[in-house]
DNA sequence: CGCCGAGTTGAACTGAATCAAGAAACGTGG
DNA sequence: CCACGTTTCTTGATTCAGTTCAACTCGGCG
């Protein structure tokens, strides 16, 4: 929990009494490695945060299981579509490692974003940063090749490749997984 | 204006004393034809709304032009890294038509989030706007072959081949010229 | 008329995908 | 602790979408 107020007060230094407000409205579950926190089909009603721990959000494409974002170690992470829009995702979601996981529900947090204006600002600013994020993940797929995505990939989580499965980081960066091997193996 | 505020609305519906507020910080001005909104390596103050009229959002990559984004009649336009973070931008922004650009600078827009809640919500929502955005391009980006997202193009805006130099249409797609002349002319 | 920018067409090239085997690592039961 | 099957990863050959480079067409317009 100390991690989760960490991580939020680097976004927007919330008053006391606000930040217990808010962290009130998370829970934690600890999950075993494999388990679903959300099943393709469903509205996603929660945003996520890891402890330490790695999670996959991926979905179904053509026969082929497309990786759309890993987590890793205290971090966000939600089905954005489906979260805001209250729409069935497309996307499903599981534990790569057996992961303490928090989640705040989409109605508590709209219900404390009603009351209070710091929490509304908090979570404009995540929103902010989740929106700078993906459009740099846009620049890298649009004009980054694959050892280019590869090595940006490793210099943000070095220990990935010892945690994830390769198939599973080639999909996240948009390559196969026969490409990423001649990519890590090159030179 | 009454588009602006019909846009604004349609996001998410202001009280009338916030509106009024709210469009108060929003100056227009027209432009002729082939003018800069913002030229590269300046910090990007402004949110901006195009009335009836045609914009274009490029930068230098490797001595090649890069068209990020085109906004036509009635859409709203912004440089996010910079205008979020405050650092000078890489991209540059000028008119393919004479157009009325209307612009909010990010001082006052803040200074209003600050004292009220309601547009708080609203800047809020814009940014979620443009975060499903974004990620519905990155999907249209990895997945799409140009042809389909040519298509996609088209869909949204059918009007744009008539208003927008191919080069830039194509570089918007993330094609070259020939891919896009040939993909048109396909069939 | 000749030039100029915008768009098209053709041919060669390239990065990555696909298809197809293999090799290595992993774990489960005997 | 080993043997076996399964999953994970690598390697090779071929194919393909899209790029690059170069030449060409077309429609203004001074």
Redesign the pocket.
């Known amino acids: 929990m100390e991690e989760l107020s960490a991580r939020i007060a680097l976004m927007y230094p919330l008053s006391e009494p606000a930040m217990a407000q808010f962290l009130s409205i998370w829970k934690s579950t600890t999950y075993e490695k494999g388990a679903h926190l959300l099943k393709a089909g469903q509205v996603s009603n929660y945003m996520y945060f890891v402890g330490k721990g790695a999670v996959r959000i991926y979905y179904q494409k053509e026969e082929k299981e497309i990786t759309e974002w890993l987590a890793l170690d205290y971090n966000f992470f939600f089905s954005i579509q489906s979260f805001f829009q209250r729409v069935p995702s497309r996307l499903a979601i599981h534990t790569l490692e057996t992961s303490e996981v928090f989640m705040m529900h989409h109605d508590d947090l709209m219900q404390l974003c009603e009351q209070s204006h710091e929490i509304e600002k908090l979570f404009r600013k995540m929103i902010t940063t989740s929106l700078i994020l993906s459009q740099i993940r846009m620049e890298s797929i649009q004009f980054e ?3 280019q995505r590869y090595q940006r990939l490793l210099n943000g989580s070095p220990d990935i490749l010892k945690r994830v ?3 599973y980081i080639a999909s996240f960066l ?9 990519v ?2 090159a030179r």
């Open positions: 090749n694959a050892h499965p390769l198939s948009g390559i196969t997984q026969e490409t990423l091997s001649r890590r193996n």
